[in-house]
C-alpha cells in the first residue's frame, strides 16, 4: 500500500514558477515508479510525467517538455514536480500517482487527493 499527500499548490502568474510536493507513506515507495497526472475543468485526467523508482528513467508529456522536471528523494519518500514558464492552459488539479507500471504503461495503482494550480494570464 501506498499513500499519496500532495501540497505546494496555489496561484501564480503566466511565466511564474511553482514547486509540487508528494509524499509517500508505505513500504513499496521505493519501488514503484511514481508521477503526476493532471485535469483540467471539463477535460479528462491526463498524464503529466513519471519517473522510475530508482529515479534514473523519466518520461514527460510533449506539452511540458522543458518546462516542467521530476525529481524523487526516496530517502524522504517524497517526489517533486519543479514546474517553470507556466502558461495559463497549466491551469488544473494536479495528481500524485504511483504505480508498477506507470511509467511503462502510465498505468496507476494509487491515487493522491490532488492540489489546484492556477495559472492567471
Known amino acids: 500500500q501506498v499513500q499519496l499527500v500532495e501540497s505546494g499548490g496555489g496561484l501564480v502568474q503566466a511565466g511564474g514558477s511553482l514547486k509540487l510536493s508528494c509524499a509517500a507513506s508505505?513500504?513499496?515507495?521505493?519501488?514503484?515508479?511514481m508521477g503526476w497526472f493532471r485535469q483540467a475543468p471539463g477535460k479528462e485526467r491526463e498524464f503529466v510525467v513519471g519517473?522510475?523508482?530508482?529515479?534514473?528513467?523519466?518520461y514527460y508529456a510533449d506539452s511540458v517538455k522543458g518546462r516542467f522536471t521530476i525529481s524523487r528523494d526516496n530517502a524522504k519518500n517524497t517526489i517533486y514536480l519543479q514546474m517553470s514558464s507556466l502558461k495559463p492552459e497549466d491551469t488544473a488539479v494536479y495528481y500524485c500517482?504511483?504505480?508498477?507500471?506507470?511509467?511503462?504503461?502510465?498505468?496507476?495503482?494509487?491515487w493522491g487527493q490532488g492540489t489546484q494550480v492556477t495559472v492567471s494570464s
Open positions: 508505505g513500504r513499496a515507495f521505493s519501488s514503484v515508479a
Open positions: 500517482a504511483a504505480g508498477y507500471l506507470l511509467l511503462s504503461r502510465q498505468v496507476v495503482d494509487y
Open positions: 519517473i522510475g523508482w530508482s529515479g534514473n528513467s523519466t
